[in-house]
């Protein structure tokens, strides 16, 4: 089984929301990703957990902030988000960073107003 | 400069045909390359994985390396409609464990 389950599908928020996009594995996968994807364009990596620990922020903006809260959530916090950051939030897991097979959920799709 | 790229497409073929998609990487020490798919609207999936240089093949689709040229291929015989995608290749980084994935490649096949 390799599902990664992502909620919501859909998200809509105004610039002065908070949200948060979570995601969740159960094949028993230590390293967990974001990534963003804008359309007719290859996800760009935005964080790396590995073991519960952040090992790469790809100079994300403040405004997102990560938190893995056990070995198989994966949360991603939203907050005064600018219209740019409109796109597909894909969440993926590998057994481990060192593994290098990724799995993707089936992502978030994200507008800002 | 890019470090995967990939044939820019899109890629038309008939049905029954076979599709072929290209890939060439930077990096001379990379080691593990990867071959995703993603229809339109959908999330990429897995769909093969080639580590060593030669051919590897499940199904429909081979996966060609050749380390020397820096040249990765994705080949699909029989092409079917519902083959009809965007092919994204990866590679893993050498220092590190990061994927770069090219620009990807869109594939129509026609009925």
């Known amino acids: 089984d390799t599902e990664v389950t992502q909620t919501p599908k859909h998200l809509v928020m105004g610039m002065t929301n908070k949200k948060s996009l979570k995601c969740e594995q159960h094949m028993g996968h230590r390293a967990m990703y974001w990534y963003k994807q804008k359309a007719k364009k290859p996800p760009e990596l935005m964080f790396v957990y590995s073991y519960e620990k952040l090992s790469i922020n790809e100079s994300v903006p403040s405004r997102f902030s990560p938190e893995c809260p056990n070995s198989s959530l994966l949360n991603l916090h939203l907050h005064a988000l600018q219209p740019e950051d409109s796109a597909l939030y894909l969440c993926?897991?590998?057994?481990?960073?060192?593994?290098?097979?990724?799995?993707f959920g089936p992502g978030t799709r994200l507008t800002v107003t | 400069q890019k470090e995967v790229e990939q044939n820019s497409g899109p890629l038309s073929v008939p049905e029954g045909a076979i599709a072929s998609l290209n890939c060439t990487y930077s990096d001379r020490g990379s080691q593990s390359f990867f071959w995703y798919r993603q229809y339109s609207g959908k999330s990429p999936e897995l769909i093969m994985s080639?580590?060593?240089?030669g051919d590897k093949e499940d199904g429909r689709f081979t996966a060609q390396l050749n380390k020397a040229s820096q040249y990765v291929s994705l080949l699909i015989r029989d092409s079917q409609p519902s083959d009809s995608a965007t092919y994204l290749c990866a590679v893993k980084e050498t220092s590190g464990s990061r994927l770069t994935f090219g620009e990807g490649t869109q594939l129509t096949v026609n009925p």
């Open positions: 993926a897991s590998s057994q481990a960073f060192t593994v290098y097979e990724q799995y």
């Open positions: 080639i580590y060593s240089n």
